[in-house]
């Protein structure tokens, strides 16, 4: 069987989650602490993150390999589409999530209130709250954008890049980060991506010491 090891709000571990799960592909859920630094982790991944998959006897780090090796070994459902400007579309996406989204919004707010205290970093930091609070509101109004021109994220058909906005998004919803009063057309690709059974496991997720609000599984919100 395939083995994760990942912590539950990691945006990044829930996207390899998302598209194990999407693809019906069985895994074992291991906590991995990664900044206890435990050898055996280092030895996994040397650059100490998570995700790490262990999946067809292969050791993989990285979320954005491990999601394309996924997919070039178990291409049904399909999470990329098979023309190049499409496909171009996605990655193009999957960056802006989990590189400025996450930069912007994610590490500000999450980390700075969850995993700060997790690691024992201490208390967050008022100033980057503040920064992620205003600049999730800049991506919202851009997806909502992009949801008034496509059905999904990337076009009419769902792909990774609904899966690696979604993890943010979950991630931050568990914190009760996201106005969903902003954008009917986020709060409606959120509830249709939230309502698919790849989604149960990760509002099934419970972090000791931090109680998900009542709405974080509720599928009609
Ligand atoms: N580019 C990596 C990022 C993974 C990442 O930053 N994971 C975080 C948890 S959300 C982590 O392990 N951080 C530990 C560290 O940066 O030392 C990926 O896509 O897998």
Redo the contacts with the bound molecule.
Sequence with gaps: MARLFH?PL????RKVRLSLAEKKIEVELVEER??EADPDFLRRNPA????VLRLDGIMM????P?CEFIEETRPEPSLLPSDPVARLEVRRLVSWF?DKFHHEVTSNLLYERVNKKITGQGYPDSKNVKAGAKAIKYHLDYMTWLLDNRRWLAGDHMTLADFAAAAHFSSLDYISDVDWNRSAAVKDWYAKIKSRPAFRSILADQVSGFPPPLHYNDLDF
Excluded: Q
């Excluded at 990691?10 to 571990?13: I, R, Y």
């Design positions: 912590v990691s945006p990044f571990c990664y900044w100490a993150k998570v995700p780090s990285e979320s954005a491990i989990d």
